[in-house]
């Protein structure tokens, strides 16, 4: 019911920065109630979990990414961010958004993933 649009991934060039936005629409959800989550799905691997935010604001970031990445929310705008700092080629992958509506431990909604493209 909840349709999320990703926007911000494309090219990069080793330690830059992208900020990648999920914005929620439709269904019957609060900010405050529901849970977000970001995968990526490097070529050929399996999709892992790269960080998630709580309704309430309790944040977690893969160990992978600690210190370079950071997710965050904008509540009047109903979006999620994360915010891609000092770039890896190892970062390359497909980026998914992911929403929990009701916290209830099921992934109700996805985007359809955008690419983000690190070189060397």
């Known amino acids: 019911q909840v349709h999320l649009v990703e926007a911000g991934g494309g090219w990069a060039q080793a330690g830059d920065s992208l900020l990648l936005s999920c914005a929620a629409s439709?269904?019957?959800?609060?900010?405050?109630?529901?849970?977000w989550y970001w995968f990526r799905q490097p070529p050929g691997m399996r999709r892992e979990l790269v960080a998630s935010m709580t309704g309430s604001g309790t944040t977690y970031v893969a160990d992978s990414v600690k210190g370079r990445f950071t997710i965050s929310r904008d509540n009047d705008k109903n979006t999620a961010y994360l915010q891609m700092n000092a770039l890896k080629p190892e970062d390359t992958a497909v980026y998914y958004c992911?929403?929990?509506?009701?916290?209830?431990?099921?992934?109700?909604?996805w985007g359809r993933g955008t690419q983000v493209t690190v070189s060397s």
């Open positions: 439709g269904g019957t959800f609060s900010m405050y109630g529901m849970d």
């Open positions: 992911a929403v929990d509506s009701t916290a209830s431990g099921t992934y109700d909604s």
